[in-house]
């Protein structure tokens, strides 16, 4: 993918290309970005954390790393999703289901939206629970399958997905930082310290 050759090299290409960029006329059409780079860049500005894995292993690594270096190794994560919970169920991970008892939620989402670098979460992750009952640190894993351009297209999988029953308490989580009282945009947001897991399977 375009955005992950950026990130781990090719780098002189990349200016290159910048500076062809800069010498087109203001009135051609704007250049826009691939569909995972655009996500990546609104995501990391949101002040998500990013963590590209290629296989199941290096998602397992990551989520090790990311427990190291948050001094996490005695504490209880919470887990709503059994199968999420069966997936990990190596990682050595101390599970609970009880939001009081646990430092860090492990959790999937339904979408990554590409235009404003948000998370689509759904009743299928977190029940009935709202945003702010949750704990402060998030770990999502997720795959670059599940980055569509918009929040309408991300309920239309939705919808197309759970033709049965469709999930409720569907929500957005865009915040991965303190909201500055400077920005109303942000204003009474629940902001998390969130970890992006994100597995290539395209």
Not at 41 to 53: A, D, Q, T, V, W
Not at 60 to 88: A, C, G, S, Y
Not at 101 to 124: H, Q, R, V, Y
Request: aromatic share 10%; glycine share 4%; hydrophobic share 35%.
């Amino acid at each position: 993918m375009s955005l992950f050759r950026k990130i781990f090299g090719f780098k002189s290409k990349d200016k290159d290309e910048e500076l062809k960029s800069n010498e087109r006329s203001k009135y051609m059409p704007e250049i826009k970005l691939p569909i995972d780079e655009r996500f990546t860049i609104n995501f990391k500005s949101n002040g998500g954390k990013f963590l590209y894995c290629e296989n199941l292993d290096e998602i397992f690594q990551n989520l090790q790393n990311i427990i190291t270096e948050n001094q996490w190794e005695e504490k209880k994560v919470l887990i709503l999703d059994e199968r999420l919970q069966t997936k990990f169920k190596d990682s050595h991970l101390i599970a609970t289901r009880k939001i009081s008892e646990a430092t860090f939620f492990l959790t999937t989402c339904e979408n990554l939206i590409a235009n404003d670098g948000s998370l689509l979460i759904s009743s299928k992750q977190i029940f009935e629970k709202k945003l702010p009952e949750l704990p402060f640190n998030f770990v999502v894993f997720a795959t670059t399958s599940q980055i569509v351009e918009s929040i309408g297209e991300g309920l239309r999988v939705i919808k197309t997905k759970s033709r049965q029953k469709i999930p409720t308490n569907i929500t957005t989580i865009k915040h991965f930082k303190s909201a500055d009282e400077k920005d109303f945009l942000s204003y009474g947001s629940s902001a998390k310290n969130l970890y992006l897991l994100l597995l290539e399977d395209l």
